[in-house]
């Protein structure tokens, strides 16, 4: 292709508003222009990497039986109604009326729809394992879009949808769906890491993230420094016996603490570790007010906490709500001698606390040497804290150590609650109606591409693996109006078309200087210079990954490519 | 690919809502289902021949230098206020909101977004031309959305833009164009006119439509019988001297004609031919009433009148105008003594009627011997009818006939109609800031494969052309109980898959007969069956274009596939 008949536009400025590597590179190099907040124009070099990326992920899924199918963005809202996700969907979901006035959804993923295409179609377990998937743009009308392709409203997704007559087949298929995302991400050439996640608003039994390392990830991944164990912080659970100090009980007493309120403060003032402190946060949690415990260093993890106390809405309780029930202020509150219609729930760790110290529920005090169950009841201790870098791995190999990363994909065990909730049944080998137990599974395609631009790049620009390279190699033509050079070029270009190599030819009346620039910017893995040695029948062969700068003779160009390409 | 695993509901019945036969076959084979109103998910098989269509599109793109992107779906209010189509696009732009109130469209067309992408980001002539392309799903809020995937409000479509300095390139890159596109629907197999067309809310001078010959196409296009001469008949020009009668002319005479009103009753009545028949026709143009006439035995073309007229809203006036301004009813109107407020439109060809009949703008009479200039004044004489078969081809060559037509593709030349209206300017080679020169041609890519249906089918089902068949063969097993003949369908699978045949394997538990009607409705090139003959090591092949059937050796399959496929 010629450089000067495509569209590549380059920019030699760092975008202001673009905060992560991926998203300026993306921009400068010419790859993306956004159209508006989270909603961005593929240019033809990005667009030539999507389609790479897209078809070694059909190749997977084609691998493991799964067909392709391409179902509607605009949705039936009657579907939503019937899974209660037009409700619970919130201001995620776009939504929209027609000339009619019917109200209908803009499709951020395919559950409902896909269920109610089996329920019409798939009568009998014969037909049952089923596999679907499409690739597709979503819509999801997010609070903030950020980071570029990493978080928009409108992006490129691989859902997969599995269909099954028991649980077992289901976990077959699970189990090839996440060996195919292995595989897809190492072929795509991503540093990445399979953790166990949290089901979010798609719900599930057991799921998967698939996380691309990353310093600008916008998720923590714990995992053991010995084991393969890795999982989101967001679920990682805690799994440590506390040792009980062997020091005595000693008498509770009122403690003056002005103006003291955080952990530290009062870990300084008192001289204590902060994990002698007994931290309580008061929550509203399906409009019941409750007190949370933790120790001073540790931090609530509230996905556990919505899970563990099994509620749909759960906040901090607020500042008037606290004053009004317990007279102190959020910096005091301590779970001795709290009203009794607040019910308590403590993280394990604090069962083992010895002459703590908590909020006196009264401004400017606190009380020391307080003891859990002697001088305050808990309803019920549950695993309710972040996992910690330094904290036993669950699985009780190693320590835990944390990474940044994006999520690249998403597998869930969805179970019968999907069939379940929109009555989608087969019959089994007995004739009696069964409900589809169902997975589902997820790749951001889009978001793939900045993964790779995060991995990929240096000070220069971008630097593709050369399986994803929008073209194999940059042939520069220094001087247009040089007849030797011109003509070298023509006859290179063509003879490694021949190869099959897919070729971009800076054929523009630009200097040198700014031809290189916009080379190591766009990052294509071969440089292939023709300049004053074409007359000796020479030219400057750069690699981008390496740096690396050779001189070949035009007669040894395709052996010496080959032998880099394989 | 086994048939248990993927996805194909075939039905028995003629769906009762699908009133054409691709509709209908293409629902009964198990290629589509709909959602709701004009909204489909395309299932394995139509998603299969849909890659096979985009990617013969891409081919022909690709080879005259258009470069593909992918635009945003949700569009930017903004530029469509600066084309002024927010306006005048009407009900089928697709409007929503986000969640902070912002609206936007969903994009039926790209014209707005790539002018403002070329606009910010190509200065210089140098970049001249570029001319890019997609393919994705567009949306349309259609009145009657109808004929399965031939008019939907969710579609496929290739869009591409071309942005010149000169009008002569953009018609260079036109001619290209409508090469490419002939190659492209020659490849796909469609019998298909290249016609002349109405630029339609798009706009452009020059515009071309590629139509399939179908007998349920929605377009008709006028042909001539003996010159490449063919156009949509919407804007087909007539082109007639019309003969003069030597009759003399008579006296202006009112005759009673109760109960008279269309022009067949009026004819009959007074014995005369419709020809001789003055009609009448009152329209609300702009807010101003005018009179618009043609003979008795013409079609008023309201595409031509409001392209004459120069009228953005064009309608019938309303019974209760008509009355109001005339006195009489609809069926009496003449353009005799008409209020002089009324401006009068006549076709070219009732210049030339001597002693012709019209409504006495009274109910229940006529004129006889009506005589235009002599008995009403004519504001313009202008070419506002349809043409008819048996007229003279307006390139003087031949007689004009009609065919049915589905409109596959449509080419505009735009010039800066929208480069003007959104400011999107190049310097030109003196440093002049000049406006795009642009052209823009679609092609329905969904509504292709409708359209494939239309022409490739019999009594039993669909007859796929080799080339976009969703695979090369059929492969039927009869009793998948027999280890003779499950034996060798496994063999021959195998062995035609490294012969890269695309084959869907019949391993399903249903009787002969099922599978055969399955075939014959899915309609694969070629169906091998392997049946109790596989003791005898031969198998069944019949061709699914000519019924043909014939028995082969499995030693000399391959061999015979292959002269058959190339």
Same mark, same amino acid.
Not at 347 to 357: F, L, R, S, T, Y
């Given at each position: 292709?010629? %450089?000067?008949?495509?569209?590549?536009?380059?920019?030699?400025?760092?975008?202001?508003?673009?905060?992560?590597?991926?998203?300026?590179?993306?921009?400068?190099?010419?790859?993306?222009?956004?159209?508006?907040?989270?909603?961005?124009?593929?240019?033809?070099?990005?667009?030539?990497?999507?389609?790479?990326?897209?078809?070694?992920?059909?190749?997977?899924?084609?691998?493991?039986?799964?067909?392709?199918?391409?179902?509607?963005?605009? %949705?039936?809202?009657?579907?939503?109604?019937?899974?209660?996700?037009?409700?619970?969907?919130?201001?995620?979901?776009?939504?929209?009326?027609?000339?009619?006035? /019917?109200?209908?959804?803009?499709?951020?993923?395919?559950?409902?729809?896909?269920?109610?295409?089996? /329920?019409?179609?798939?009568?009998?377990?014969?037909?049952?394992?089923?596999?679907?998937?499409?690739?597709?743009?979503?819509?999801?009308?997010?609070?903030?879009?950020?980071?570029?392709?990493?978080?928009?409203?409108?992006?490129?997704?691989?859902?997969?949808?599995?269909?099954?007559?028991?649980?077992?087949?289901?976990?077959?298929?699970?189990?090839?769906?996440?060996?195919?995302?292995?595989?897809?991400?190492?072929?795509?050439?991503?540093?990445?890491?399979?953790?166990?996640?949290?089901?979010?608003?798609?719900?599930?039994?057991?799921?998967?993230?698939?996380?691309?390392?990353?310093?600008?990830?916008?998720?923590?991944?714990?995992?053991?420094?010995?084991?393969?164990?890795?999982?989101?912080?967001?679920?990682?659970?805690?799994?440590?016996?506390?040792?009980?100090?062997?020091?005595?009980?000693?008498?509770?007493?009122?403690?003056?603490?002005?103006?003291?309120?955080?952990?530290?403060?009062?870990?300084?003032?008192?001289?204590?570790?902060?994990?002698?402190?007994i931290k309580t946060i008061i929550f509203r949690a399906d409009d019941e007010l409750c007190a949370v415990i933790?120790?001073?260093?540790?931090?609530?993890?509230?996905?556990?906490l919505?899970?563990?106390l099994?509620v749909?809405?759960l906040n901090l309780a607020s500042?008037s709500e606290i004053e009004k029930t317990l007279s102190c202020?959020v910096?005091t509150i301590g779970p001795v001698k709290l009203p009794l219609e607040i019910k308590v729930y403590a993280?394990?760790?604090? =069962?083992?606390?010895?002459?703590?110290?908590c909020g006196a529920n009264?401004?400017?005090?606190?009380?020391?040497?307080?003891?859990?169950?002697?001088d305050f009841a808990v309803d019920k201790?549950?695993?309710?804290?972040?996992?910690?870098?330094?904290?036993?791995?669950?699985?009780?190999?190693?320590?835990?150590?944390?990474?940044?990363?994006?999520?690249?994909?998403?597998?869930?065990?969805?179970?019968?609650?999907?069939?379940?909730?929109?009555?989608?049944?087969?019959?089994?080998?007995?004739?009696?109606? %069964?409900?589809?137990?169902?997975?589902?599974?997820?790749?951001?395609?889009?978001?793939?591409?900045?993964?790779?631009?995060?991995?990929?790049?240096?000070?220069?620009?971008?630097?593709?693996?050369?399986?994803?390279?929008?073209?194999?190699?940059?042939?520069?033509?220094?001087?247009?109006?040089?007849?030797?050079?011109?003509?070298?070029?023509?006859?290179?270009?063509?003879?490694?078309?021949?190869?099959?190599?897919?070729?971009?030819?800076?054929?523009?009346?630009?200097?040198?200087?700014?031809?290189?620039?916009?080379?190591?910017?766009?990052?294509?893995?071969?440089?292939?210079?023709?300049? =004053?040695?074409?007359?000796?029948?020479?030219?400057?062969? =750069?690699? /981008?990954?390496?740096?690396?700068?050779?001189?070949?003779?035009?007669?040894?160009?395709?052996? =010496?490519?080959?032998?880099?390409?394989?």
């Open positions: 292709m010629k %450089q000067s008949r495509t569209f590549i536009p380059t920019l030699r400025e760092i975008p202001s508003d673009a905060e992560i590597v991926s998203h300026q590179l993306l921009l400068r190099a010419g790859f993306i222009r956004q159209h508006m907040s989270g909603v961005y124009s593929y240019l033809p070099l990005a667009k030539k990497v999507l389609r790479k990326i897209e078809n070694i992920i059909r190749e997977e899924m084609d691998a493991i039986e799964a067909v392709e199918v391409l179902l509607p963005t605009l %949705q039936q809202t009657d579907l939503w109604e019937e899974t209660g996700r037009w409700q619970t969907y919130g201001q995620e979901l776009f939504r929209l009326t027609d000339r009619h006035d /019917r109200e209908m959804a803009l499709g951020p993923t395919h559950e409902e729809v896909i269920t109610s295409l089996v /329920r019409d179609d798939v009568q009998s377990y014969k037909k049952l394992p089923l596999t679907m998937y499409q690739i597709q743009t979503k819509f999801r009308d997010e609070k903030r879009p950020r980071f570029g392709l990493l978080r928009g409203r409108e992006f490129i997704m691989k859902d997969a949808y599995s269909f099954h007559s028991t649980e077992e087949s289901l976990d077959v298929k699970y189990n090839e769906m996440l060996e195919a995302y292995s595989r897809i991400f190492t072929r795509l050439g991503l540093e990445f890491r399979t953790v166990l996640a949290d089901g979010g608003s798609i719900g599930g039994k057991s799921t998967h993230e698939f996380m691309a390392l990353s310093e600008t990830g916008e998720d923590t991944i714990a995992f053991s420094e010995t084991s393969p164990y890795a999982a989101n912080i967001e679920i990682a659970e805690v799994n440590i016996d506390y040792a009980k100090s062997s020091e005595p009980m000693r008498e509770l007493e009122k403690v003056e603490t002005p103006k003291k309120k955080t952990i530290v403060d009062v870990a300084t003032f008192l001289n204590v570790d902060p994990s002698k402190i933790v120790r001073g260093d540790h931090d609530i993890n509230e996905i556990k919505r899970k563990a099994s749909s809405e500042e202020k910096g993280d394990n760790a604090v =069962k083992e606390i010895v002459n703590g110290i009264e401004d400017d005090f606190h009380l020391k040497n307080v003891n859990p169950e002697r201790y549950l695993d309710l804290r972040f996992i910690k870098e330094g904290d036993l791995s669950p699985d009780g190999n190693g320590t835990i150590r944390f990474a940044k990363g994006i999520e690249l994909g998403h597998t869930f065990k969805l179970g019968v609650s999907y069939s379940e909730a929109m009555k989608a049944t087969y019959l089994d080998e007995n004739g009696n109606s %069964q409900h589809f137990v169902m997975g589902c599974y997820g790749i951001g395609v889009s978001r793939i591409l900045a993964a790779i631009a995060e991995q990929y790049n240096d000070a220069n620009g971008l630097k593709w693996p050369k399986k994803l390279a929008p073209y194999d190699i940059h042939l520069i033509t220094i001087n247009m109006n040089d007849e030797i050079q011109t003509k070298l070029s023509n006859e290179l270009y063509h003879l490694l078309k021949t190869y099959r190599y897919d070729i971009l030819h800076d054929d523009r009346d630009e200097r040198a200087g700014v031809k290189f620039t916009d080379a190591d910017l766009i990052g294509l893995p071969v440089r292939i210079t023709i300049g =004053k040695m074409a007359q000796d029948g020479m030219v400057e062969v =750069k690699f /981008r990954e390496t740096g690396e700068t050779v001189v070949w003779q035009k007669e040894e160009i395709t052996e =010496k490519l080959q032998s880099f390409f394989n």
